[in-house]
C-alpha cells in the first residue's frame, strides 16, 4: 500500500512504543518519516531500522515541551526531507499516582509534556500548512480523556484538553484543508505503562479484564487509525475522536 507516497511525516515521541509503531506504519506506506525525540540516540536506531526496509527516515532531536525546539525540528525536518504533510502528536509521559500524593511540580512537567507539547508542534507546523493550503494533524490523546482513570487525574486532564484543542484547531483550520484529528487508546502495553504501573501487575491484570476483547493494546493496534486520518482517505474528515481500545470506552 501507497496510498502515502512521498508525504513528509514528523512523529514526535517516536524512538520507541506507539510512536515507532506509528513511524513504522507510516513509512510502509510510502511517507518519509522524521522520528522526533528526546532520546535521539534511540531515535537514530529506530530510524535506521526503518531506512533498512528501503524506506526514508530520518532522527531529530525535540524535546517537545518547548516552542523553540519544535520550531527548530520543523525546519530541519524542511530541509532535509521537504515540506511536511502530516504531523502527528504522539509524545507523552506519566507517573501513575493519586492525585493528592502528587506535587505541583510533577503537574508542571505532565501538563509540558502532554499539552503544552502538541500545542508547541502545532504552532510550529501549522502555519507552514496553512501557507500551502493542505496538511494532516493527528494527535494521539487516551481514553483516559473520555472516562478518567484512578491515578492520572493530571494526565487525563491534559489528554481531555488535547480532545477541545483539536477540535478547535480543526474548525479554524478546515479553510486552508486541513484536517486534525484524534486518536484515543485504551491500556497499551509499551515501555512507559510497564514503568508507571511498575509492581501493580495485578492492576495490568484487572485493566485487560475489563476490555470487552480481554487483552490490553499493542503499539501496532493504534497505526491503522493514524494511518487513516494521514491519508487522503480521511479528506472529509475532522475534529472526529477515534478510540483504538478494545471496546473499553463506546462514547457516542
Given at each position: 500500500?501507497?496510498?502515502?507516497?512521498?508525504?513528509?511525516?514528523i512523529v514526535t515521541g517516536a524512538a520507541q512504543g506507539i510512536g515507532l509503531a506509528i513511524?513504522?506504519?507510516?513509512?510502509?506506506?510510502?511517507?518519509?518519516?522524521?522520528?522526533?525525540?528526546?532520546?535521539?540516540?534511540?531515535?537514530?536506531?529506530?530510524?535506521?531500522?526503518?531506512?533498512?526496509?528501503?524506506?526514508?527516515?530520518?532522527?531529530?532531536?525535540?524535546?517537545?515541551?518547548?516552542?523553540?525546539?519544535?520550531?527548530?525540528?520543523?525546519?530541519?525536518?524542511?530541509?532535509?526531507?521537504?515540506?511536511?504533510d502530516i504531523l502527528v502528536n504522539n509524545a507523552g509521559w506519566d507517573v501513575v499516582k493519586?492525585?493528592?500524593?502528587?506535587?505541583?511540580?510533577?503537574?508542571?512537567?505532565?501538563?509540558?509534556?502532554?499539552?503544552?507539547?502538541?500545542?508547541?508542534?502545532?504552532?510550529?507546523?501549522?502555519?507552514?500548512?496553512?501557507?500551502?493550503?493542505?496538511?494532516?494533524?493527528?494527535s494521539i490523546s487516551s481514553d483516559a480523556a473520555r472516562v478518567g482513570s484512578t491515578g492520572?487525574?493530571?494526565?487525563?486532564?491534559?489528554?481531555?484538553?488535547?480532545?477541545?484543542?483539536?477540535?478547535?484547531?480543526?474548525?479554524?483550520?478546515?479553510?486552508?484543508?486541513?484536517?486534525?484529528?484524534?486518536?484515543?487508546?485504551?491500556?497499551?502495553?509499551?515501555?512507559?505503562?510497564?514503568?508507571?504501573?511498575?509492581?501493580?501487575?495485578?492492576?495490568?491484570?484487572?485493566?485487560?479484564?475489563?476490555?470487552?476483547?480481554?487483552?490490553?493494546?499493542?503499539?501496532?493496534?493504534?497505526?491503522?487509525?493514524?494511518?487513516?486520518?494521514?491519508?487522503?482517505?480521511?479528506?472529509?474528515?475532522?475534529?472526529?475522536?477515534?478510540?483504538?481500545?478494545?471496546?473499553?470506552?463506546?462514547?457516542?
Open positions: 500500500m501507497t496510498r502515502l507516497k512521498d508525504k513528509v511525516a513511524a513504522e506504519r507510516l513509512a510502509s506506506e510510502g511517507a518519509k518519516v522524521a522520528l522526533a525525540d528526546i532520546q535521539i540516540e534511540a531515535a537514530e536506531q529506530s530510524a535506521a531500522k526503518i531506512c533498512a526496509t528501503g524506506a526514508k527516515a530520518i532522527a531529530v532531536r525535540l524535546d517537545v515541551s518547548k516552542l523553540e525546539e519544535a520550531i527548530a525540528a520543523a525546519d530541519r525536518v524542511e530541509q532535509e526531507l521537504g515540506p511536511i493519586p492525585f493528592l500524593e502528587t506535587t505541583p511540580e510533577l503537574w508542571n512537567k505532565i501538563i509540558a509534556i502532554n499539552y503544552l507539547g502538541p500545542l508547541n508542534c502545532c504552532k510550529a507546523v501549522a502555519s507552514r500548512m496553512q501557507s500551502r493550503g493542505s496538511g494532516k494533524i493527528v492520572e487525574a493530571v494526565y487525563a486532564g491534559c489528554k481531555a484538553g488535547i480532545i477541545g484543542f483539536s477540535k478547535t484547531l480543526a474548525r479554524e483550520l478546515a479553510r486552508y484543508r486541513i484536517n486534525v484529528n484524534v486518536v484515543c487508546p485504551g491500556p497499551t502495553e509499551t515501555a512507559l505503562l510497564k514503568t508507571a504501573m511498575a509492581g501493580r501487575e495485578k492492576v495490568l491484570e484487572s485493566m485487560a479484564r475489563g476490555i470487552p476483547f480481554r487483552r490490553l493494546g499493542q503499539p501496532q493496534d493504534l497505526t491503522g487509525a493514524v494511518a487513516f486520518f494521514a491519508s487522503s482517505d480521511s479528506d472529509f474528515v475532522t475534529g472526529q475522536v477515534l478510540s483504538v481500545s478494545g471496546g473499553l470506552t463506546m462514547a457516542g
